[in-house]
């Protein structure tokens, strides 16, 4: 049963994914950005690293998406004026088999050569002693502070950055 939520939850990511780079309308790239982040959010789940999955769910999905969307409409994006897209058939062919190849040269090349690197501090009996939520804020406040707050001020600054863009056209 793992196996198959995975499967289905994989390729409503990938589907998704595909779906917010093909989209013209920036809204709706955005609300597929959305449900790829929700079927991240459950392959957390399967990983059983549920406090990540709400804090993907909550931060991403919820607070800086609306930030997207709410910046997507205060630049007023309006629909440009073009014929639809062409596509050749013979350049997609070629472009999903060379996708193919590339994907097959990468599991038989890196595939078996994977090794697993040495166990840390936080292994799984020892996450399932102290706790997920624990073992991630020890993780996170003590090795990673640093990188979490150098985060929170990059978001800040593309937010500024995005209300000076929008005033600029404004005027």
């Known amino acids: 049963m793992e ?4 499967l289905i939850f994989g390729l409503v ?12 309308s920036p809204i709706y790239s955005a609300l597929c950005l ?13 990983l059983h690293a549920e406090l990540i999955a709400a804090v993907h769910i909550f931060v991403y999905a919820g607070a800086i998406m609306v930030l997207f969307l709410f910046v997507i409409m205060l630049l007023d994006l309006r629909p440009e004026d073009r014929s639809p897209v062409r596509t050749n058939p013979v350049g997609v062919s070629v472009g999903l088999i060379l996708a193919g190849l590339l994907l097959a040269e990468l599991a038989l090349g890196v595939g ?4 697993l690197g040495p166990r840390g501090v936080y292994d799984f009996e020892t996450v399932r002693a102290v706790g997920n ?8 406040f003590r090795e990673y502070l640093i990188p ?24």
């Open 3 to 6: 196996w198959v939520l995975f």
């Open 13 to 24: 990511a990938a589907a998704a994914a595909v779906g917010m780079v093909l989209q013209r």
């Open 34 to 46: 959305i449900l790829a982040l929700f079927a991240q959010g459950g392959l957390y789940i399967l």
């Open 112 to 115: 078996p050569h994977i090794a």
């Open 133 to 140: 939520t624990q073992a991630v804020g020890r993780i996170l």
């Open 148 to 171: 979490f707050e150098l985060t929170s001020v990059i978001l800040l600054a593309a937010m500024v950055g995005a209300m000076v863009l929008a005033k600029r056209k404004l005027e």
